[in-house]
């Protein structure tokens, strides 16, 4: 569960650059919600995401997911909590180690680390046995640096990371943005099927909104630094672009004019 | 170069490979460029000078405690950065700054002469070899030993916390590592190393000297540049290797430079030498290639 309350968030502030990037934002994702969000440039959507993750300051409002309140808690601290996915194939992993030590760090995540090795019998099959389920040959290349993989393996590694130990909410920052069509489609499928597998709460930014539709049980529509509209349920099942685009023009009296939400 | 000699560029090679060491740490696993080894490699000696002349102290316990001062002077500079936001490079001068005021407190006075006091070496005096013999033998074990108790840190979860830091905070701090803390702790450790060399060297020469610590941070970069150049360093294993390979050629490289009559270079152009080999060595790692390929080209021009 994920709950955000009223939460302000400006940038800048009292500099002729302020920016008021989200304006009082309420948001209940119940346990085991796929919702997706959508929005143009500067709409907000990405800045909600990072008060989630801990890296956008949070001038006003509460922050809380499960029984705590994370809202002053630093980005390491929810991380047992709260785990990502980033847009960049090359954030989510550290290029310099080997798949192995990658996976190790990300079960460090959720359980203590300390001076044993990180990399033990155990932890190796067990990669083994979660990297199969790509079939991609990854669990024969164990001891390859990540560097060496290319940015759609190296996304589906970051998925696979970010959803080891017990998780409970699941951050996706247009994840599949970076990579071509074929390989986001490969990556949004695992995406759908570790959500459901794994029973996680899951809040997927993305720039496309037939993604945004066709993915998850929700839809939230960032504008201005508000969320819009919010659609679940029988009403989004049935909903095309088109519809969203109307839904738009009836809640705000313009056209959407990013051409790029459309295209994607 | 004579035997004597050589056993001479081994030794210093050595403890400067502890001080390669910390700065493969913190220049390559940590990506935080510290210059307070400039500091606390004088430290170190003058912690152990002082603890072992002034204070009576066993010579291995001094050593011990200069290594433990060391990571408090890594550790400060590191916090300087991480809870004050100040520039690594600024908090790594001034704390190097600080600690020279601080050795010569520690000190009373510019050195201190370490004559006819027990030190680590005297241990060995009793072997029957001559030390010029068996304390490069010494060191070398030592020097070895901190590379393998490095590497196989860097291997736990701790190490592989900081090597993540370093190389990619944001996905570190995704993972529940505290960035910050892997600062403290590693700046702190690299100095922890260079301060126990410092103390080794102070040992050897027979003083701690307050200006002992001038070109220290060079000396160690040059060592892993130097290294990494010739070794190629897939791994941690290999990579620690080159570093202490690097120092000890380096300082081969400096005395040969010395040594050579025809270029008619004197003691006190060390640091000349020293520049000059570190800017040869950036140039190659630079252009991809040999010093030897670079000049060739240049001659065809």
Redesign the interface.
Known sequence: MIELKDIHVTFNKGTPLETRALRGIDLHVPKSQFLTVIGSNGAGKSTALNVM?GIAPVEQGHLRVGQSDMTDW????R??AI??V?QDPK???????TIL?NF???Y???KP???????DPAIRASVADRLSVLKLGLEDRLGDKVGLLSGGQRQAVSLL?ATTGDTQVLLLDEHTAALDPKTADFVLQITNSIVKELDLTAVMVTHSMAQALHTGDRTIMFHQGRIIFDVAGEQRDTMQVEDLLHLFKREQGEELADDSLLLG | MSLYEILGTLETGFVFGLVALGAYLTFKILDFPDLTVEGSFPLGAAVCAALIVQGGWNPWAATAMAAVIGFGAGYGTAYLNVRFNILHILAGILMAISLYSINLRIMNGPNEPLLNVTTVFSAFEDLGYPGYMINPVFLGFVVIGVKLALDAFLATGWGMSMRAAGANPAMAEANGINVGNMKLYGVGLANALTALAGALFAQIFGAADAYMGIGVIIVGLASVIVGMSILPSRTIFLATIACILGAVLYRLAVALALNADFLGLRASDVQLVTAVLVALALIAQQSGSSLFKIFKKGRGK
């Open positions: 993750a630093p980005v390491h601290k991380a047992h785990s990502r980033f954030m989510g992993t550290c290029e310099d180690l030590e190790a760090l990300a460090g995540r959720t680390r300390g001076f044993r090795f990180a990399v990371m």
